[in-house]
C-alpha cells in the first residue's frame, strides 16, 4: 500500500453530470471492447443519447432505487480521509 493517498474523492453523480458520465461510460467501452465488438458498433455508441438516459436514471424522484454511480473529483493540495 502506498503511503501517499489518492488525491480523488467520490460522491454521487447527479442529473447535471450525465453528459461526464456519458462521456467517460463511452470512452471506457471503446476502449475495453475493441478487440470484443466490431469497430462500427464501438463507433455507433451515441454520446447524446447515453447521456439524456443517465440523465433522465439519474433525476428520478429521491425516493427511487438510484443507480449505483459515483463521480470521482479531483483535490488539489488538500488531504481526505485517513492516512496509513
Known sequence: MSD???????????AADARDVARVQVRAWRG???KVFPDEVLEALDEHAIADQW????ASPPDAPRP???????HHGSHHGPRT
Open 32 to 34: 475495453a471492447y475493441a
Open 55 to 58: 440523465e433522465r436514471s439519474l
Open 4 to 14: 501517499h493517498p489518492a488525491d480523488v474523492s467520490v460522491r454521487i453523480a447527479w
Open 68 to 74: 449505483g454511480i459515483g463521480r470521482a473529483r479531483e
